[in-house]
């Protein structure tokens, strides 16, 4: 297994006929990910096709799921309408809607993780880099890929990976493939201050996947939830963690690119987090080329 | 994006939160007009206007001491705001560089009402986001005048938080719960409840990051004035508020800043000399981190973004170029899905015309890194290639050292 979608995840995109999310799918379709149906509002009755794979377009995220049995989407609409497709797939009872759009804002945020209280639906970013589970074929060819990561730097194994940062993600992963080893899922949880997954709630399912055997938690500046998943691993964790803290070097109240990489108080700084983490028994990486050797310290594969 | 505290005063003011009756001026020509507006029986605060806390303990690179003045009369008024526009202040949150003074703000100062055991009768408010809950959080203290978070830090219980449900909004119980944990009754309850309703209003309506109020004041006659104002927007929401848009103060932003922000970039100056180039918010943090680990400096947050073109590398180099203490750059691209070769074209073009002749290091990994590579071999410039972000860091440290 692996966590939250596998290889036979059917996967709608919300925003298929724009620019970035036409690119995006085309990348998935050629990745081996089933790209079952596109959103657009206005667009329905029209098809997205790639590499002989049609891709039939539908009004509403309702209809797509009924007709196709896609369960997750993937959001790339601009930001003043983001929140309302986050919202149109919690409505259709997606398992999983995730938001790549990055400058949504807050405030459209926090009415829709409110809106999303007690319903099936899962967020995973915005401003991520999506999800991606490895296929088997070459360079990981068959696998799911939502969002917008490089499908080919990943390899199917067991290590579980998950981050804010899309860029620093790669990085692990891909000194992670170049020693030999592979990645149940890695999942980017996303840069803003408001998400809608938490390091922690991901950490807990890497816990229970029984093909995840170590995890690599990557992390920044900026908000606590780093803190709050390193204390819990500490109790509950049964598997292996090595973690890294971006941002060691940024000024104080400035916010670093990321909306959520800001410190605001004496707990956001990377050098707090460092200090926790060690003392819940993460291993530490002492710079980002050093994330896939931290792990393999404590854990030989 | 943060506004002056005049032009927080004026969003209060058309919320109906009372402030001290001020006038703002830019040039020296305004003040006797502008002091004429104002009441100035009880004397006058003169208060320098930038983006940056700490004024009233600031001090002018002239050698004036204090960026917030009380003045007893106009003449001094006049002599205190003199001393302060178009001067540079420096305070602790400026850096050594200070802001220079562009506005002056007088206002009618107020008679401070005084608690039974002497001290000025001073509170704490703010509404902000809570990230643990991704609700907004109004903060109140009975500490006010002072450091929010030297309070938080030694008398925890003095301070007194109060979530918003964004379902429902501010609930009248919420704004009463403020007003007894701030221990008012009778009048001042009732001036309460309605102050912390209006600054939420105002909260939500423009997309606020930020409102503080420090300090709240009761006034001798009774009356609860916001003495201070600090607000701040979200960036992302912007967009629908041409009317925050135009409060906009370029004068207070980085020119290095801005002119990244038109190619898409982001860019934060730091006070080292090795400047850096690279894609994505959290690999450019932790390139600064990895330049400091093996004993460098960085220059520079820079972030070309995800889709980086050969324009957008162009503007980069140029932008790290008119920083005059780099000493060498250090390019770092994870190409994933856009194309090395791309990268390294850009690169070498940009390279070529801002005629660089100081030491560069690039690593490039991902997509058509070998094409990538390639290029820049083949440029005939002086451009060291580093294979991890280990081995670029630790050249590029050891090239700007050796010089």
């Known amino acids: ?301 | 994006m943060n506004i002056h505290e005049y032009q927080a005063k004026e969003l209060f003011e058309k919320y109906g939160v009372a402030t001290p009756k001020g006038v703002a001026v830019k040039a020296s020509a305004e003040y006797s007009t502008a002091l004429g507006q104002i009441n100035t029986a009880n004397g006058i605060m003169v208060k320098s206007q930038i983006h940056a806390g700490g004024r009233g303990k600031g001090t002018f690179t002239n050698g004036f001491k204090g960026g917030v003045k009380f003045s007893p009369n106009k003449e001094k008024a006049i002599e205190n705001a003199t001393a302060m526009l178009g001067n540079t202040l420096v305070t602790a949150q400026t850096g050594p560089e200070g802001r220079k003074v562009q506005t002056i703000y007088f206002t009618e100062a107020a008679n401070l009402g005084k608690r039974p055991d002497g001290r000025d009768d001073e509170y704490y408010l703010a509404i902000l986001l809570d990230r643990a809950t991704s609700r907004p959080v109004i903060v109140a203290s009975t500490e006010g005048g002072v450091e929010i978070e030297q309070v938080a830090h030694d008398t925890p219980e003095k301070i007194f938080k109060v979530q918003v449900d964004p379902a429902v909004g501010l609930q009248p119980f919420q704004a009463r719960q403020i007003a007894f944990a701030l221990g008012f009754s009778g009048e001042l309850f009732k001036q309460c409840v309605t102050l912390v309703t209006r600054l939420y209003q105002l909260y939500w309506d423009k997309d606020c990051a930020m409102v503080e109020v420090n300090p709240l004041l009761v006034t001798k006659e009774g009356q609860l004035l916001a003495l201070d104002a600090k607000v701040s927007f979200d960036d992302n929401a912007l967009f629908r508020h041409p009317d925050i848009v135009a409060l906009r103060d370029l004068n207070e932003e980085d020119a290095k800043e801005i002119e990244a922000s038109k190619y898409g970039l982001s860019y934060i100056a730091l006070d080292g000399n090795i400047a850096c180039l690279v894609n994505g918010a959290g690999l450019a943090m932790s390139t600064m981190d990895i330049i400091q680990h093996f004993g460098g400096s960085p220059a520079n947050f820079l972030d070309v973004g995800g889709g980086a073109t050969k324009d957008q590398v162009s503007a980069a180099f140029k932008i790290i170029l008119g920083d005059k203490n780099v000493k060498g750059i250090l390019v770092n691209i994870f190409g994933g899905i856009m194309d090395c070769n791309v990268i390294a074209t850009g690169i070498v073009e940009a390279v070529k015309e801002t005629g660089l002749k100081l030491p560069l290091v690039v690593r490039l990994e991902g997509n058509n890194v070998q094409a990538g590579k390639a290029t820049l071999a083949a440029s005939g410039l002086t451009i060291v290639s580093g294979d991890t972000m280990a081995d670029a860091a630790q050249k590029i440290v050891k090239l700007v050292n050796q010089k």
């Open chain 1, 1 to 301: 297994m692996s966590i939250l979608v596998q290889e036979n995840t059917r996967v709608l995109v919300q925003g298929i006929t724009g620019d970035f999310g036409a690119r995006h799918a085309r990348l998935s379709i050629e990745y081996g990910s089933q790209i079952v149906a596109g959103v657009t509002p206005g667009k329905g009755g029209q098809v997205f096709e790639h590499n002989g794979v049609k891709v039939p377009i539908f009004n509403t995220v309702a209809d797509a799921a009924k007709q196709t049995g896609a369960t997750v989407s993937a959001i790339f609409v601009p930001p003043p309408f983001a929140a309302d497709a986050i919202l149109e797939c919690v409505d259709a009872d997606l398992d999983l809607a995730i938001a790549i759009t990055e400058g949504i804002p807050v405030r459209d945020m926090v009415r829709a993780k409110r809106a999303m209280q007690g319903r099936r639906t899962r967020l995973i970013g915005p401003n991520c880099p999506g999800i991606v589970t490895p296929g088997r074929g070459e360079k990981s060819h068959g696998g799911c890929r939502i969002g917008i990561a490089p499908g080919y730097i990943h390899k199917r194994g067991k290590v579980g990976v998950v981050s804010r940062s899309g860029t620093l993600t790669y990085e692990a992963v891909w000194q992670l493939t170049c020693k030999g080893h592979g990645q149940s899922t890695c999942v980017g949880i996303g840069g803003d201050p408001v998400n809608g997954t938490s390091h922690l709630d991901v950490i807990k399912l890497f816990n229970e996947d029984p093909e995840t055997e170590a995890i690599i938690m990557i992390g920044e500046i900026g908000g606590n939830a780093e803190v709050e998943a390193a204390r819990w691993i500490k109790e509950h964790c049964k598997k292996p963690v090595a973690g890294f803290i971006a941002g060691a070097t940024a000024p104080a109240g400035r916010r670093m690119g990321h909306a959520g990489a800001v410190i605001g108080g004496a707990e956001d700084t990377a050098a707090a987090k460092i200090k926790i983490f060690k003392e819940c028994g993460i291993s530490v990486a002492a710079t980002p080329s050093d994330m896939a050797d931290a792990l393999l310290r404590i854990w030989k594969g």
